[in-house]
């Protein structure tokens, strides 16, 4: 089933068009990449689909962008809630100076849950689905910022998971993390989309190849290729994505 159905995507900054013409349909409850070069607009593809681009100044969308076949551009759309329901992972982990669990009970409270025990059963389940629950259950009121880097990029996922999301978008959620923390992570994704649709960018070809279903590969703002990640990197039709996948340029 297609999750997210995007056609003919323009989005310029002011003058400066930095998607041109995407149409491309995601999948539910598959894993997606993003890869291409610096630039290409990796990122802010995945700022459309949650519209963050919106606190971009002078950022203009055309086309149409549907989540579930609604179009989230339309007027009738409530931001607040479109961004709870597809909720972002960045490239650095960026806990609040909080404790743990505030971390994580952040977003249910914002949503005006204030239920103790609400609040700790979603600490819970959110930190086991992040796959942090067990090193961290014995001191969930220690400040988040004393974990190491792979485990608040996990307590950032679990935070995003805190308030119930349909889709996750990751950006580069990995390229701060050591090979170990990256491992896990990448284990907890292949663990995660059997409940969510997940569009993650990555830098890391072998990344994408081992983790994601699908892969798109762009190109100064063009999607030039879209595809079962199997076949673009076993037999890509166009030329350009070759040359990427193989190392040639970017
Ligand atoms: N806020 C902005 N204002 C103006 N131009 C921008 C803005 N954000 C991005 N751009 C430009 O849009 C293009 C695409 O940028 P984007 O960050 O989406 O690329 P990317 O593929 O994610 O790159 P990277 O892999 O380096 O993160 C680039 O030319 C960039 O300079």
């Not at 978008?169 to 994704?189: F, G, N, Q, R, Y």
Request: charged fraction near 30%.
């Amino acid at each position: 089933m297609d999750k997210v159905v995007v056609e003919n995507l323009n989005l310029y900054y002011r003058d400066f068009q930095a998607l041109k013409n995407i149409t491309v349909n995601i999948k539910q409850h598959e894993i997606t990449a993003l890869i291409g070069p610096s630039g290409c607009g990796k990122s802010s593809f995945l700022r459309v689909l949650n519209r963050m681009n919106d606190l971009i100044e002078g950022t203009r969308v055309e086309g149409k962008v549907m989540i579930d076949g609604e179009d989230i551009y339309s007027k009738g759309t409530d931001v607040v809630n479109l961004r709870k329901k597809v909720g972002m992972v960045f490239q650095r982990p960026n806990p609040f100076p909080k404790s743990i669990y505030d971390n994580i009970a952040y977003g249910p409270r914002i949503h005006g849950l204030r239920d103790k025990r609400k609040l700790d059963e979603i600490v819970e389940r959110s930190l086991k689905q992040a796959a942090l629950w067990e090193e961290v259950k014995d001191r969930l009121y220690a400040p988040a910022l004393g974990l190491s880097g792979g485990q608040q990029q996990r307590l950032c996922i679990a935070r995003v998971l805190a308030v119930e999301p349909e889709i996750l978008l990751m950006d580069e959620p990995t390229s701060a993390l050591d090979p170990v923390s990256t491992m896990k992570i990448e284990e907890l994704l292949r663990e995660l989309k059997n409940n969510y649709t997940i569009v993650i960018v990555t830098h890391n070809m072998q990344q994408a190849a081992r983790v994601s279903d699908r892969t798109a590969f762009f190109l100064s703002g063009e999607l030039v290729e879209y595809g079962l990640t199997e076949t673009i990197f076993t037999k890509p039709e166009d030329q350009r994505t070759e040359d990427y996948i193989t190392g040639r340029f970017g």
